[in-house]
């Protein structure tokens, strides 16, 4: 029997090869970790089911598309920011580049993306602190001086992952709830009703660039 749920989204992570947005996915979808790192080349669909805000029933469904060595794949990859409802830019605290390169990353978003995309800065493998290379204060004025929330995490041993992935789809959630009102003004500053018998589809699907 095919499921109902009641948004569709799609998510990219994208970030340089190797910062770990597989393992971020894994983990989310998963709670699992793979200690044997393969650059993913292709496709590699993840899926969770989650439910937010109870009262409202929301259920997301999540999926993955990796194209991981982004480099090849650059004039094929612009495609998938079409479209993006929310984006997730994972840098590797033990990786200087990996860093310096978001801010290339946001000028992909700035020039393929929607302008209202919700946007998430990740620095993973935080739990590496012993071979750290970024300070969290610079991944912190990073988000700050783009206007973007931050947070570090650890797909190993899962730190802050739940939080990172919930926090993008609330978002996402709220600007679709505002956007909804402002359409609808007979029903702004009420609640987005869902009807019982023909449900919203949702779907939540996260492409990794």
Known sequence: ???????????????????????????????????????TIGIDFKIRTVELDGKKSKTLFYRSLDTAGQERFRTITTAYYRGAMGIMLVYDITHEKSFDNIKNWIRNIEEHASSDVERMVLGNKCDMNDKRQVSKERGEKLAIDYGIKFLETSAKASINVEEAFITLARDIMTRLNRRMNDNNPSSAGGPVKITENRPKKSFFRCSLL
Request: charge should be neutral.
């Open 1 to 39: 029997m095919a499921k109902t749920y009641d948004y569709l989204f799609k998510l990219l992570l994208i970030g340089d090869s190797g910062v770990g947005k597989t393992c971020l996915l894994f983990r989310f979808s998963e709670d699992a970790f793979n200690t044997t790192f393969i650059s």
